[in-house]
């Protein structure tokens, strides 16, 4: 996969489909960001949901 980095998008999940191996960048033009919790209050409870599993 030859991987075109977004450097707008910081990511380091590694196990990511859109993650660009040789940079801590995602590939995708945009990302959405959401979360798993009813009042969000701490960064642990966001998520990207762009993920893919590669």
Do not use: A, R, W
């Amino acid at each position: 996969m030859n991987c075109q980095p977004n450097e707008s998008i910081k990511c380091t999940v590694e196990q990511c489909k859109h993650h660009c191996k040789s940079k801590d960048y995602c590939s995708l033009d945009c990302i959405t960001v959401g979360t798993h919790e009813p009042n969000p209050t701490m960064n642990e409870c966001t998520d990207c949901k762009s993920f893919e599993l590669s």
